[in-house]
C-alpha cells in the first residue's frame, strides 16, 4: 500500500492569519479593541459625579484634580489603631511607615479641603494604594486580637479622662470669668462713690422724699417688686426694662437691697437717672441687725471652721466641686429672699427678681394671678429629669427620703410671685431655719439657695403659665419662639449678658435697656 506523501495539517500563526487579513479588516478589529480598553478602565476608575460641575476638574501636571476617588476616614482610623498596637508590639519601624502615610493622606485632605474637595486624582490614588499595602501588611503580623482589643479599650479610657479633665478644666475657669467683677462695673462704683459725695443735691433726692414717695413704700394697691443685688447695672436694666414695658410705671414699686460697698453708688445712680416715675427704694443688708447669727442658721454655720473649709478649700481629697465654691452661696444677699416677709412686714403681695432678668411684657398681670392658698406662684422646670427634687437634695439620706418625692417637679427662682400673708401664716421662714439646721453637715445637699427653698415651699407652690419667666439664656440654647413670647428672659448660668463670657446672640436683648450714651457709662465702658 503505497503511503500518501506527508502533509503539514498544522494551522497558520496568529500572526500570519492577521497579516493576511485586509488592511481596512485589521484596523476596524484595533478600533474596537482599543474603545474595549478605554470602556473598561473608565468602570474600573469609576464615573465622575454627575453633580459636579464642568469647572471641578482642572489639569495640573498632566494629572486630573477631581474630588473622586476619595481618601477614606475609616482607613486612617483603622491606621492609627495599627499605629498604637505596632508600637505596643515594639515594632517601630512599621509604627513609624504608618504614622507617615497617615500624616501624607491628612495632608492630602487638607489640601482637598482648603480646595473646594478637590484632589489630585493621581496623588490620591497612589495614597490609598500605599495605604491599603501597609494595613495588609499589618494584617498579616496577626496581633492577638484580644490583647488588641484590651489596648484599644485603655487608650479609650485614657482618651475620656483626658477630656473629662478638659471638661473640668473649662468649667473652673468659666466659674472664675463668672465671678470676676467686670473692670467697667468696678469703674462705675467708684465713680458713681465721688459724684454722690461731690453732690449735695443727690443725696437730698433720697434724703427729702415726698410723703408720697414714703406712702408708696407701704401702699399695697401698688405693684412691688424685690430685688438683692450688689451689680449696680445689672439692677438698672431691671428696673429700665419693667418701667418701659408697664402700662403703670407710676404703679411700680421697687425695693432694693445691696451690701454697705455698693449702697452709696447704687443710691447715686437712682438719684442721676428717672424711670419713668417708677418709686425705687434702696437698702442695705448691713441695716437689717436681726439678721444674725443668732437667728440665721446659714450665719451661724459661716463661723464654723469645719463649714469655712467646706466652702474654701472643700471636704475630703476631691474637694468641693468649683461651681459650689462660689461666693454668691456665701452672700447674705443670696438668702435674703427667705425673709422677706420681715424685711417688708406691711406688704401683702410682692414679686421677686433676680437680678440677671431682662422684662419685656407688662408684669400687672402677675398681682392678678391666683395662687389657690399657696405661698408662691413659679414656673415649674420638670419637663427634663434633671430637674426634679433628685437632682438637687440626696435622696439616700433617710430624712430627704421619708418626706419628699425624689420625682417631684423643681421651679425656678429669679421671677417669684409671693404671697407675704399666707407666707406668714405657714411659717415658711420657720421651715427654712429647720431644714438648715439640719443640714449642717451638708449631707442633704450642697451648697446654694435652691434646693432649701424647694424643701421649705414643698407643696406651697402654684405652677404660673412659663411665659411668664423664660430660663436658660446664660447656658443654653433657647427657642427663639419662647423669648418673642417671654414676659421676664432670665440669664440663669454663667454667661451673664454684662460679661465678656455672655452669649452673643442673647446679649442684645439686655443692652437695650442699657444707655451706653451716659457720661459715666461712656468713661467706664468705653462703647
Not at 60 to 69: E, I, L, R
Not at 323 to 330: A, C, D, E, S, W
Not at 391 to 415: E, Q
Request: glycine share 6%.
Amino acid at each position: 500500500m503505497r503511503r500518501r506523501p506527508f502533509m503539514d495539517s498544522r494551522r497558520p500563526s496568529f500572526k500570519r492569519r492577521w497579516q493576511q487579513r485586509p488592511w481596512w479588516v485589521r484596523l476596524a478589529v484595533s478600533l474596537l479593541l482599543a474603545l474595549a480598553c478605554v470602556l473598561l478602565l473608565v468602570v474600573l476608575l469609576g464615573s465622575p459625579d454627575p453633580g459636579a460641575s464642568p469647572s471641578s476638574s482642572t489639569v495640573s501636571a498632566g494629572s486630573k484634580a477631581t474630588s473622586s476617588p476619595l481618601l477614606r476616614q475609616d482607613q486612617i482610623s483603622l491606621a492609627k489603631t495599627y499605629v498604637v498596637v505596632a508600637k505596643e508590639a515594639s515594632n517601630l519601624q512599621f509604627a513609624a511607615e504608618l504614622g507617615a502615610q497617615i500624616r501624607r493622606a491628612q495632608s492630602i485632605l487638607a489640601h482637598a479641603a482648603a480646595n473646594e474637595g478637590t484632589v489630585v486624582e493621581q496623588e490620591a490614588e497612589k495614597a490609598i494604594r500605599d495605604m491599603s499595602v501597609l494595613l495588609f501588611q499589618a494584617q498579616q503580623f496577626r496581633y492577638d486580637s484580644g490583647v488588641t482589643i484590651m489596648k484599644l479599650k485603655g487608650q479609650i479610657q485614657s482618651l475620656e479622662e483626658k477630656s473629662k479633665a478638659e471638661a473640668e478644666k473649662s468649667t473652673k475657669y468659666g466659674q472664675i470669668a463668672a465671678e470676676e467683677l467686670p473692670k467697667g462695673l468696678y469703674c462705675l462704683g467708684v465713680r458713681l462713690t465721688t459724684e454722690w459725695f461731690k453732690s449735695p443735691e443727690l443725696q437730698r433726692k433720697f434724703s427729702d422724699r415726698s410723703p408720697a414717695v414714703q406712702s408708696n413704700l407701704r401702699d399695697n394697691s401698688l405693684y412691688h417688686f424685690c430685688v438683692f443685688s450688689d451689680n449696680i447695672l445689672a439692677v438698672s436694666v431691671v428696673v429700665n426694662s419693667t418701667a418701659v414695658n408697664s402700662k403703670h410705671p407710676e404703679k411700680v414699686v421697687f425695693h432694693l437691697v445691696t451690701d454697705e460697698l455698693n449702697y452709696v453708688p447704687m443710691k447715686a445712680w437712682f438719684a442721676m437717672n428717672d424711670y419713668r416715675g417708677v418709686t425705687v427704694e434702696i437698702q442695705k443688708v448691713e441695716d437689717f441687725t436681726w439678721l444674725n447669727a443668732s437667728y440665721v442658721p446659714v450665719l451661724k454655720q459661716l463661723q464654723n471652721a469645719a463649714t469655712q473649709k467646706f466652702y474654701f478649700s472643700g471636704s475630703g481629697n476631691r474637694g468641693t466641686p468649683v461651681k459650689f465654691r462660689n461666693p454668691k452661696y456665701l452672700s447674705m444677699l443670696n438668702h435674703l429672699r427667705f425673709y422677706i416677709p420681715e424685711i417688708y412686714p406691711e406688704l401683702h403681695k410682692v414679686v421677686f427678681l433676680d437680678d440677671d432678668v431682662v422684662v419685656q411684657k407688662d408684669l400687672s398681670g402677675l398681682f392678678a394671678i391666683n395662687l389657690n392658698g399657696n405661698v408662691m406662684g413659679a414656673v415649674e422646670t420638670c419637663m427634663e429629669t434633671f430637674h426634679r427634687f433628685h437632682k438637687y437634695l440626696n435622696h439616700s439620706h433617710p430624712l430627704i427620703r421619708a418626706h419628699f418625692d425624689p420625682d417631684a417637679c423643681g421651679w425656678a427662682f429669679g421671677m417669684n410671685v409671693l404671697d407675704l400673708v399666707e407666707w406668714r401664716n405657714k411659717n415658711v421662714t420657720g421651715i427654712y431655719h429647720y431644714w438648715q439646721e439640719r443640714n449642717a453637715d451638708h449631707t442633704l445637699w450642697k451648697l446654694g439657695s435652691l434646693p432649701p427653698g424647694l424643701l421649705a415651699f414643698y407643696g406651697l407652690v402654684e405652677a404660673v403659665d412659663p411665659k411668664w419667666h423664660v430660663l436658660g439664656l446664660g447656658y443654653t440654647t433657647v427657642d427663639p419662639a419662647l423669648i418673642k413670647e417671654g414676659a421676664v428672659l432670665h440669664y440663669n448660668g454663667n454667661m451673664k449678658p454684662w460679661l465678656k463670657i455672655g452669649m452673643e446672640k442673647y446679649k442684645s436683648f439686655w443692652d437695650n435697656y442699657v444707655d451706653y450714651s451716659h457720661p459715666l457709662l461712656q468713661r467706664c465702658f468705653m462703647r
